[in-house]
């Protein structure tokens, strides 16, 4: 079974892990180390960090950036959402996402965004699955590892705020 829960100081060292490993694939993100946690606990919003536990080990973990600083832009937020390898395919990742959605939804978040690698199809259809819609497509946005990387563009517009 699995367990949601608000994300604590002590899950640091396994969210650093799964972060690690989503990095070590080459298309989670453009990121190529993981944050010390300070720095990555400045960038999250609080309210919306959740980790997901099966058999008392943290299997993954989901939380938002804010997008802005601008207030016209409080209720818009990024998603990141990474599961550990070990538990791929265990619906750990729409566990993670129904949770963050319910709790968005109470705390008026109207828009959800993300930047996927198209090759990652796995998190594309996952987002897909929980309401997130294709917007866009940004061409040889950034580079990593000498290669020009494509990022396809979700989001998922509040069905509570009357905006979808």
């Known amino acids: 079974m699995i367990a949601i829960r608000p994300m604590t100081d002590e899950d ?4 650093l892990r799964i972060y690690q490993e989503g990095i070590t694939t080459g298309n989670a993100t453009f ?8 720095a990555w606990n400045k960038s999250h919003m609080e309210k919306h960090r959740f980790v997901a536990e099966i058999d008392g080990k943290i299997a993954g973990w989901v ?3 804010p997008v802005s600083s601008r207030c016209v832009y409080a209720g818009v937020a990024e998603v990141s959402v990474y599961v550990g390898t070990a538990y791929h395919g265990r619906k750990v990742g729409s566990a993670l996402l129904e949770k963050l ?21 796995a998190s594309v259809a996952l987002h897909e699955k929980h309401g ?10 950034g ?4 290669i020009w990387r494509n990022v396809l563009l979700l ?3 509040s069905k509570v705020t009357g905006i979808n």
């Open 31 to 38: 990121e190529t180390s993981a944050p010390d946690g300070p």
């Open 143 to 146: 580079k990593m590892n000498g």
């Open 63 to 65: 939380a938002l950036t």
């Open 132 to 141: 997130f819609r294709q917007i866009g497509y940004r061409e040889r946005v």
């Open 12 to 15: 640091w060292d396994s969210v």
């Open 101 to 121: 959605i319910s709790n968005t939804e109470a705390e008026n978040i109207w828009t959800l965004q993300a930047g996927i690698f198209p090759e990652n199809a």
């Open 155 to 157: 989001e998922r517009r």
